[in-house]
């Protein structure tokens, strides 16, 4: 089953030295899961100020700059892997370095038919 885990934390919380020593740790953990067949996809966002959220009423988008709702913890990236259970997952959540400072919210994804692959063209 895949399960997205979603990293959050004070997007102020790291210095510039630590934010890319949790990203060098990150590349080493997406390299170790991806050894061990759980690796999908992973990747750190830019921070909320480059944040554009989209709604649409009565058939017209609205745009606000930012994020949906102000909190103290920040959306700040994710991980997609692969686990035989929620166990195996969050035990892959707690070797996020994000875990460590902020929060990792572990969520099973649900995988619907049809949706494209990226590189197939349907036929």
């Known amino acids: 089953m895949k399960y997205m885990l979603m990293i959050y934390q004070d997007e102020n919380a790291l210095s510039d030295a630590d934010r890319e020593d949790c990203y060098a740790e990150s590349l080493q953990l997406a390299e170790d899961l ?4 759980n690796f999908i996809a992973t990747a750190p966002l830019y921070p909320t100020s480059m944040a554009t959220s989209v709604r649409v009423r009565d ?3 609205l745009l606000t700059d930012g994020p949906f709702a102000e909190t103290r913890e920040q ?3 994710y991980f997609l892997i692969e686990a035989a259970n929620a166990d195996e ?3 892959i959540a707690a070797r996020i370095p994000g875990a460590r400072k902020g929060t990792v919210e572990v969520r099973p ?3 619907l038919a049809g949706i494209p692959v990226r590189g197939e063209k349907r036929v």
């Not at 991806?34 to 067949?37: D, M, R």
């Open 34 to 37: 991806n050894a061990t067949g």
């Open 59 to 61: 058939g017209e988008p």
């Open 75 to 77: 959306f700040g990236g």
């Open 89 to 91: 997952a969050t035990g």
């Open 109 to 111: 994804v649900i995988e």
